[in-house]
């Protein structure tokens, strides 16, 4: 009987709108990161029909360009799409205790508000509403990198 080989996924889409601007640094080496949550509601009848909501709060970390868009670009209360994979880590608390999260490790973040400007809303031709962390591509071949980017 031939092996069975479970497929490799790990990706993840969610909306949502962050719950607090987000938070900056670098690392040691100078690599920009940016933390912060989203809010995801969810809208569903219960049994007896009555629609409900639910709220799933969920952690993002977003690295290089992607971070430095999220540090320029978002604030508390705005809506974005993330693409992304899950990611688990552990680390020591202050008291010493060990706690593992698992938050999504964004690829490309779109912006889903408009920007406000000059007392009316307004969109802005020449800046992007979706990031996308390219980071990776010096990973991969030529002829890989031609077929990402339709060139």
Same mark, same amino acid.
């Given at each position: ?23 900056? +640094? ?16 969810? +809208? ?10 639910? %709220?799933?709060?969920?952690?993002? %970390? ?12 978002? +604030?508390?209360?705005?809506? %974005? ?17 060990? +706690?593992?999260i698992v938050e999504i490790k964004a690829r490309r973040i779109q912006f889903l508000n408009k920007r406000i400007g000059a007392g009316e809303d ?30």
């Open positions: 009987m031939a092996e069975f080989k479970m497929p490799e996924l790990n990706s993840v889409v969610i909306a949502g709108n962050l719950t607090k601007d987000p938070i900056f +640094r670098q690392t040691t080496n100078g690599t920009p990161v940016v933390n912060f949550s989203i809010a995801s509601n969810r +809208r569903f009848r219960d049994k007896n029909e009555d629609w409900k909501e639910d %709220v799933c709060y969920v952690g993002v %970390v977003a690295w290089n360009r992607l971070a430095e868009s999220c540090r320029d670009k978002l +604030r508390k209360g705005n809506a %974005v799409l993330v693409d992304g994979e899950l990611q688990s880590r552990t680390f020591k608390t202050e008291d010493g205790n060990n +706690r593992t307004h969109v802005d031709k020449d800046e992007p509403s979706t990031f996308t962390d390219d980071s990776f591509d010096s990973l991969l071949s030529p002829e890989d990198t031609d077929l990402i980017h339709d060139k």
